[in-house]
């Protein structure tokens, strides 16, 4: 299917310690899944290694997106093709306004040109203000934000919608959500919840990378998976957010035999 995120049978290595173990999930334009999993069960390594992030060695597996093996390509080029990932600890970019640097991002990943080189053509910029500013609307954003400059000053949640802009402005077709609601507090949480479902359509599949269930209140889920010790050892439906919810991690790591979880992300 067009747009469809297959990876099958996953191992990914970080320091010559395998942390995913033969993982197989697929993700289609329109879903919403969400990946639960407790501290060190593997669920930053899986971001990363789909990004291409080249400290997360790819042992061996298939991750195909749109028919295209994406193993093959550059971070850049992935972002091309329609993946993107929200980091779970955002960058800080003193000196660049957040303006700015959508303004070239976006203009990358829309270009013919794909070496990613520093004189891709910018979006002209009467284009880029009315984009911005329907995006910055459609997600309760003040204009002011978007001249500050790129996560320098921000609270956490104003670190994470900063992302959740980007993700607004790029328009991706898989978007890839790192732990975005950590260390934010029940406001923050429900004010980027609500962000993200704003932007869920037809258009975009969205996997979302958690412990904790409480994002998924404002992000209702489709499917389930839960991730312990490197594999995906249950998937469902909500459900499986409810039962986490009562019973934490210990039940599901007895029924599957897995005694501790390697203390890596």
Do not use: C
Not at 49 to 67: A, K, R, T, W
Not at 128 to 153: H, T
Not at 219 to 244: K, M, Y
């Amino acid at each position: 299917m067009s747009n469809e995120l297959i990876i099958k049978d996953l191992h990914i290595s970080v320091q010559g310690n395998q942390i995913i173990k033969g993982l197989t999930v697929s993700v289609k334009p329109g879903e919403v899944h969400a990946l639960m999993g407790p501290n060190g069960s593997g669920k930053s390594t899986l971001a990363y290694g789909l990004m291409g992030h080249p400290s997360y060695d790819i042992d061996s597996g298939e991750v195909i997106f749109n028919g295209v093996d994406v193993l093959e390509l550059e971070p850049n080029e992935r972002a091309k093709l329609g993946l993107f990932l929200a980091f779970q600890y955002p960058t800080v970019i003193p000196g660049v306004s957040l303006a700015n640097f959508l303004r070239s991002a976006v203009s990358a990943v829309r270009s013919t040109d794909t070496n990613g080189s520093d004189d891709t053509e910018l979006i002209p910029m009467r284009e880029f203000r009315k984009e911005l500013r329907e995006k910055m609307d459609q997600l309760g954003m003040d204009d002011s934000f978007a001249r500050r400059y790129l996560n320098d000053g921000f609270s956490g949640g104003e670190k994470k919608r900063a992302e959740i802009l980007q993700l607004a402005m790029l328009e991706p077709k898989i978007a890839v959500l790192d732990e975005t609601d950590s260390g934010l507090d029940i406001d923050a949480v429900r004010i980027v919840g609500e962000s993200v479902n704003s932007l869920v359509g037809p258009e975009l599949g969205v996997f979302i990378i958690t412990h904790y269930p409480r994002l998924l209140d404002y992000i209702r889920p489709q499917f389930v998976h839960i991730l312990l010790d490197g594999r995906i050892v249950e998937s469902g439906g909500w459900e499986l957010t409810q039962i986490l919810e009562e019973e934490g991690y210990d039940p599901i790591k007895e029924k599957h035999g897995i005694a501790e979880v390697v203390q890596q992300n």
